[in-house]
């Protein structure tokens, strides 16, 4: 069940793409949510809490949306004499939203760069080839996500953390 | 001046591209106001208040955030017999955010399509050759949004209207 809680139209009723998409991943910290997820391969609740800043009621609201459309699913772990708790994973649809995430940190990077210079780079994952994101007529031009990496470059303030 | 209403961190001090394009387009409503701008050629206050049905105020307030950005610039008409008007029209800068709406459009055909069938094609201005977005190694794999349309196919509601 994909809930409301941006547009006018429930999500799922749109006849939109664009505003079915927003209805799921457009809401106030979703974007951030997938970006430590999709980019810095985030999973436990407590990993989103640190980077992000999220109120706990917040994550555990945008989480499950994320879960209940699709773009992520659950999986338990247990570390050693804790109890149970779930961890997060993009989905092969929640995967494909690296395309979208791509495409708004291109035209940050192109129009509103920071101060300090670009900070993070998106590239192959094993040529470290520098990716563009964009419209193609064929699709075999196009890199696959799962060979896609975004890589933090110098002037990011957090290149040297895990 | 990007002010900041999204996010935690300003828009313009954060140093992740992804966080400041949102603190520019991130907004409810922002991104179905550029879809009206970039795929459907609105222009005047009247047109995004037709077909989106936004409050006003809301709309004046989206649209002074997108001038103050860079991604759109004002320009002024003149209707017979009516006072000068402002009409919205988009920088260089906010016609690449097609980038966005493609890829935000084609994450929601392929996995969440709607019951009635997809209602919106990404086209080939000149020859009408489907689209896809994604990443690319080869700049020269893409399509230049000048030639990209965003098409009504006959399941749109409004697949007749002007």
């Not at 999500?11 to 079915?20: G, K, L, M, N, P």
């Not at 910290?29 to 391969?41: D, S």
């Not at 050693?80 to 690296?98: I, M």
Request: glycine share 8%; charged share 25%; hydrophobic share 40%.
């Amino acid at each position: 069940m994909v809930t409301n809680r941006v547009l006018a139209t429930p999500a799922e009723d749109a006849f939109c793409s664009i505003e079915r998409t927003l209805g799921i991943v457009g809401e106030r910290w979703t974007f951030l949510i997938l970006r430590e997820a999709l980019t810095n391969g985030a999973t436990r609740f407590a990993d989103f809490v640190d980077v992000l800043g999220i109120a706990p009621n917040i994550l555990t609201a945008r989480l499950n949306t994320l879960v209940e459309s699709g773009v992520m699913e659950k999986q338990e772990y247990r570390e050693n004499g804790s109890r149970a708790r779930q961890s997060y994973h993009p989905t092969e649809a929640g995967k494909q939203l690296l395309v979208v995430l791509g495409a708004l940190g291109q035209w940050g990077d192109d129009y509103i760069p920071p101060k300090c210079g670009v900070t993070q780079s998106r590239e192959t994952t094993d040529g470290h080839q520098p990716l563009r994101v964009g419209f193609v007529e064929n699709p075999k031009d196009l890199v696959d996500v799962e060979d896609v990496t975004f890589v933090r470059l110098p002037s990011h303030p957090k290149y040297n953390a895990a």
